[in-house]
């Protein structure tokens, strides 16, 4: 499968999952020069666009694919070369547009938030290839009724099911509400973005990383069934749940370097 059947096959799944309304949700997704090669010509620039905000200097030469501002998740699969462009980073503040947004589009809103921690991320494990940004209804719920902590997210999320913490040993970071679509949101999430793979923005949604669209996929699918669970059982009677104990001893059994200081 090509790289763009690929990320269009993910795009549509978000979207049937009801996390990515009208054009809610972003993702890009570092492509090799080969995978490029397959789809245009990287030589080719149609146009150029420019971010004077913050420095890509770090991501010189790479290529991403990335979706368009206003464009909805449930039309890409179908109709890719409006709804998709492929750029490449030609100096520290310039994305050059080599295929798609043939109507004329964009890159999406939340580009700066992308770049950002995809610079962010390769400092941390230079396989990094794929930023997620979508609207997950569970997530989104728990913001508006838990206090806005880190800890006190992933431990929660960590408890609703036996695989979470294999899944993000990491935990989650949280972020209050701040104006979206900007630089400073993006500078925020990538601050954070160097000790985790998931930042969740209070009332909005969820941005997660990885290497592989299955590995970053999951990751969104297990958060968000984790959140799911705290929404249906949190104003019920609890009569047994998952202890620290217990944690610890999935942690010990597979492995797992799980972030210290929650449940120990
Ligand atoms: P874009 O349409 O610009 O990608 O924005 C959607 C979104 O989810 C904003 O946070
Ligand atoms: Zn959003």
């Given at each position: 499968m090509g790289c763009i059947e690929e990320v269009t096959e993910i795009l549509d799944l978000l979207y049937k999952h009801g996390w990515d309304e009208r054009n809610g949700g972003n993702l890009s997704y570092i492509l090799t020069e080969e995978e490029v090669k397959s789809?245009?010509?990287?030589?080719?620039?149609?146009?150029?666009f420019k971010y004077d905000d913050f420095d890509l200097s770090l991501a010189v030469g790479r290529y991403f694919i990335i979706t368009g501002t206003g464009k909805y998740f449930k039309n890409c699969l179908k109709d890719p070369r409006n709804n998709l462009g492929i750029m490449k980073v030609s100096d520290a503040h310039t994305l050059q547009l080599?295929?798609?947004?043939e109507d004329g589009g964009r890159p999406t809103s939340e580009a700066p938030t992308h770049l950002q921690c995809h610079i962010e991320r390769l400092k941390v494990d230079p396989s990094h290839r794929l930023v997620i940004h979508c609207h997950t209804t569970n997530i989104i719920c728990m913001t508006h009724i838990l206090p806005l902590d880190s800890d006190k997210f992933t431990e929660i999320l960590w408890k609703m099911q036996t695989e979470s913490i294999v899944v993000f040993p990491e935990g989650v970071a949280v972020l209050p509400w701040i104006l979206c679509g900007g630089t400073e949101i993006g500078r925020q999430t990538a601050a954070k973005m160097s000790e985790y793979r998931s930042v969740i923005w209070a009332q909005h949604g969820i941005f997660c990383t990885g290497r592989s669209l299955d590995e970053v996929f999951g990751l969104i699918e297990t958060i968000e069934k984790?959140?799911?669970?705290?929404m249906k059982i949190c104003d019920k009677?609890?009569?047994?749940?998952?202890?620290?104990?217990?944690?610890?001893?999935?942690?010990?059994?597979?492995?797992?370097d799980y972030r210290h200081g929650i449940i120990d």
């Open positions: 789809v245009c010509d990287p030589t080719k620039v149609i146009k150029e080599l295929w798609g947004y984790a959140a799911e669970i705290y009677k609890i009569v047994q749940s998952i202890s620290n104990e217990n944690l610890i001893e999935i942690a010990e059994a597979f492995k797992i």
